[in-house]
């Protein structure tokens, strides 16, 4: 069971890298089989066709994203304004570790997103309207304390979304550009610190 767990689990991480390098029309399943290491057989056999596949990817995506943002249990409660802004730090902070982890994840839905396609609209109706509502809160809560401006909600999500992902999502060009590798332990804490600065001083 643990070596099946193991098995699909390969499949998905690399159907996610496929996906998000060539889009869904450009990946074939024997690629992402042999990136996982695995016989072009299992991809039927656990997933039965590359949209199915596509789906799992994406909800083991979300499911990855959920599990690695997810608050730390704490006794602290956010009663005062600068815990509050710790809070707000810290959450800052996990995201753009995520980002930095996971560019894979922008990456793909950048890839469906300009398509405008059925599986945009299935993953927005099934987890990122959700992740939105979530980053809207956030968004309203840092409005509250005069952190941000009172300015639109949307337009602010997506330029702490712009400002956490780009770097990650444009290595190539950030390394071609700045010659500076993002996926280096300093430079995403040099990374942190900057999206920091910009949106909680």
Known sequence: MQQKEATRAA????????????????SSTRDIAELAGVHHALIK?????????????????FARQFAELAAPPSTVQLRTRESRRQFAREALR????????????????????????????????HFIGETSRSAERF?????????????????????????????????PEVRRVWNIDPADDAVIEAHIEAVLGVFIR
Request: with cysteine; net charge neutral.
């Open 94 to 125: 996990r995201y753009v570790l995520y980002c930095a982890r996971h560019p894979e994840h922008a990456r793909l839905m950048v890839q469906e997103s300009v398509r405008d396609s059925e599986r945009l609209h299935w993953a927005a109706d």
């Open 45 to 61: 056999y656990y997933f039965n066709s590359k949209d199915a596949l596509w789906r799992e990817a994406v909800t083991f995506l």
């Open 139 to 171: 968004v309203r809560m840092l409005q509250g304390e005069g952190i941000l401006p009172k300015a639109s909600a949307p337009a602010l999500v997506y330029v702490i979304v712009g400002a956490a992902q780009s770097f990650y999502t444009l290595a």
């Open 11 to 26: 499949i998905l991480q690399a159907a996610l890298q496929v996906f998000s390098e060539h889009g869904f029309a450009g």
